[in-house]
């Protein structure tokens, strides 16, 4: 099961996730951060508070599970880097 990511810099990338229909409803947020930081972020120091995932306009939760966002295989996620400071 795969997603379509774009990066802030604006590359993206198809990321396999998961085997099954059974493993997507037991996904997190924060394990789909993981493996976003993994592929897009290699080297850099982004903490999980400061990269935050769009879909559909609105800001995932870490603790929540993917299917409660109704995110689905080939959904497509944004992602978007918090800089400290910011208002």
Not at 1 to 13: A, D, I, L, R, W
Request: hydrophobic residues 35%; negative net charge; charged residues 20%.
């Amino acid at each position: 099961m795969g997603f379509q990511v774009h990066s802030p810099t604006g590359e993206e990338k198809i990321i396999d996730l998961c085997d099954n229909e059974e493993q997507m409803k037991k996904t997190t947020v924060l394990q789909l951060k993981q493996i976003i930081k993994k592929t897009f972020m290699t080297g850099m120091y982004i903490g999980h508070d400061n990269l935050q995932l769009i879909f559909g306009g609105k800001n995932l939760e870490e603790g929540a599970l993917l299917v409660s966002h109704n995110i689905k295989h080939m959904s497509t996620i944004q992602t978007a880097i918090q800089l400290p400071g910011g208002v």
